[in-house]
């Protein structure tokens, strides 16, 4: 599965594997039966395993009232380090503040003596990398209705000053009605206004913008995530990432010189207001980078069929429209 991960997703950053180094030996074992949020009073029902990440295992999880959540697991020994603890507060500092119907709901947090949970909005329909991984590429009007949808949610983050810094098909979870629900706030920034830069190296490889690796004294901010929606619409409709290597510091070069191509053979064709608005979101100065109320008029939404809804067919292969 690494090789198949490596082709959708790319390699990781020496950063990120260190982290999932450290951790593979504290991913949480599997909690008890009946997980207790011991100061609600609150007791859910641990049920099958939804997913494992770098540091954390996710279960279904229901409670009295039968109403299904996910838990997300984390064995108090993975945040020993300083840098993982940090990580961790900031991702529920973030996401707990965080409300709007394309974003994966925060609803609680509780310890027990090994691990932390978080209780979140299940997305039955687990990431947009596991559906791109199954079918390949995605049709135009697909795309239009995830793209537009990841654009609320990134507007309502950035109105309310968060940048999310990891946009990427594998953090973009589907509920099933198929709505797209942003999750994983791991390396969001809360910026203190919207002047703030921020000068952290972050994100991953293949998706990160280049002001973020190259961008020298004058920091980055809410342009970053407009960079990733681009990775992410030019990876839905070719079916892999514009910049593409095996090897970090090759990716990185192809960012720095923001050239990047179309496959001889793509496994569609692709429209030109598709291509046009992926130019504009790839723009290297992210100032020339469209806004989202501009994304959310260009031309590429207007350019054929755009569904309010997707049928659950799409799990499984492209829809047709009648
Ligand atoms: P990490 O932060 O350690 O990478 P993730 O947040 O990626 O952990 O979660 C690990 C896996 O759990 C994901 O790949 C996904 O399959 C599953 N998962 C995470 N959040 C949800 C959710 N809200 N609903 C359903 N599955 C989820």
Redesign the pocket.
């Known amino acids: 599965d690494e090789k198949a991960q490596a082709k959708v997703a790319g390699p990781k950053t020496p950063e990120k594997k260190k982290d999932q180094k450290e ?1 593979k030996k504290n991913l949480p074992d599997t909690p008890p039966a009946v997980i207790t949020d011991s100061r609600r009073g609150m007791d859910y029902r641990r049920d099958r395993l ?9 279960f ?1 999880v229901y409670n009295p009232d039968g109403e299904l ?2 838990a ?1 697991v ?1 064995s108090k020994k993975s945040l020993s380090s300083a840098r993982m603890k940090s990580k961790f507060l900031g ?1 529920l500092q973030v996401h707990k503040t965080m409300e709007h119907p394309n974003i ?1 709901r925060f609803k609680e947090c509780f310890e027990d003596p090994q691990n932390v949970y978080m209780i ?5 329909n ?2 947009l990398m ?1 559906l791109l991984r199954k079918r390949k590429f995605f049709t135009e009007p697909e795309a239009r209705y995830f793209l537009i949808q990841m654009l609320g949610a990134v507007k309502y983050m950035h109105s309310r000053n968060v940048i999310h810094r990891d946009l990427k098909l ?2 973009i ?1 589907l509920d099933e009605d198929m709505n797209v ?1 942003i ?2 706030f ?1 390396l969001a920034a809360l910026l203190i206004d919207g002047t703030e830069r921020k000068n952290t190296i972050c994100g991953t490889p293949n998706y990160i913008a280049p002001e973020v690796l190259f961008g020298k004294d004058e920091g980055h901010s809410f342009e970053v995530d407009l960079w990733s929606l681009g990775i992410i619409l030019y990876a839905m409709l070719v079916g892999k990432p514009p910049f593409q290597s095996g090897n970090v510091k090759e990716i990185y070069q192809k960012i720095k010189v923001a050239t990047y191509s179309y496959p001889a053979n793509p496994p569609q064709q692709i429209s030109e207001e598709a291509k046009d608005l992926i130019n504009g979101l790839l723009s290297p100065d992210p100032r020339n980078r469209p806004t989202i109320d501009q994304i959310a008029d260009h031309a590429f939404f207007r350019a054929g069929y755009f569904p309010r809804q997707l049928p659950n067919t799409c799990m499984k292969a492209a829809p047709t429209w009648n």
């Open positions: 951790n939804l997913g494992e990440g770098g540091f954390a295992r996710c279904e959540f996910a997300k984390v991702e994966v979140l909005e299940l997305c039955n687990k990431s596991d594998g953090n979870f629900k999750g994983d791991g």
